[in-house]
């Protein structure tokens, strides 16, 4: 399997089953509706852990452009590579969260909030003030960032026994650090599905926020980038 379609692939599959427990969670009639924080944050470290290890031998399981950018910066992947695996992983997020919405899609018709229906595919911040919504970002992906470099030395990503490591990495950091913003820490996680919020044929749907999407892009490439210094200065 070539990287691009592994990556294409492994975000998928993150993204429909990471999403999925949130629409599982959140809308109107779902045999899981209302079953809480707690399901979200173990449906989305199961959706790292699938996603990591279906696809790690073949590209690394970046997964994220958060971690190809940390992986660059600190020397251990190529950045002509980089934009190939961006491009990937966005197309990949947005390919699982239309698979996720075709799965719900009785769902999303019966549900009458529209803000549940955006925060199935996105991100939101519980509190909106564009500093600590940054830094909160940075902060959980400087804490992913770090111990995937930990978990993945010496090589230049993930591979298939590195799934349960990260996965609880990401279980931590959703069930300590997620609940200002809804832990994104991962650009293409939230700027794909946000993408497919906005072009899907939803009933009743709000816009797609915006004005607060540059959050979960820039707070992950920041930490991500930070997280790479700290560890080439470590090592």
Partial sequence: MSPFLAEFLGTALLIVLGNGVVANVLLTKSKGQNGGWIVITFGWAMAVFVGVY?????????????????????????WE????????????????SITMWLAYKQHFDQTTDADLKMAVFCTSPAI????????????????????????????????????????????????????PTGYAIN?????????????????????????????????????AALAALVFMQLS
């Avoid at 997964?63 to 600190?74: F, G, I």
């Avoid at 590579?81 to 699982?96: C, E, I, K, S």
């Fill in 81 to 96: 590579q980089v934009p190939l695996y961006f491009l990937a992983q966005l197309l990949g997020a947005m390919t699982g």
């Fill in 187 to 223: 650009p293409a996680r939230d700027l794909g599905p946000r993408l497919a919020h906005f072009i899907l044929p939803i009933p009743g749907k709000r816009d797609s926020d915006w004005a607060y999407s540059w959050v979960p892009i820039v707070g992950p490439f920041i930490g």
């Fill in 54 to 78: 279906s696809v790690g031998s073949f590209s690394g399981a970046h997964l994220s452009p958060a971690v190809t950018l940390a992986l660059a910066v600190a020397g251990k992947f190529a």
């Fill in 128 to 179: 909106r003030n564009p500093f600590y919504n940054l830094l909160t970002e940075i902060i959980g992906t400087f804490v992913l960032i770090l111990g995937v470099f930990y978990i993945a030395k010496p090589g230049v990503g993930l591979g298939a026994l590195d799934a349960l490591p990260v996965a609880l990495l990401v279980l931590a950091i959703g069930l300590s650090l997620g609940g």
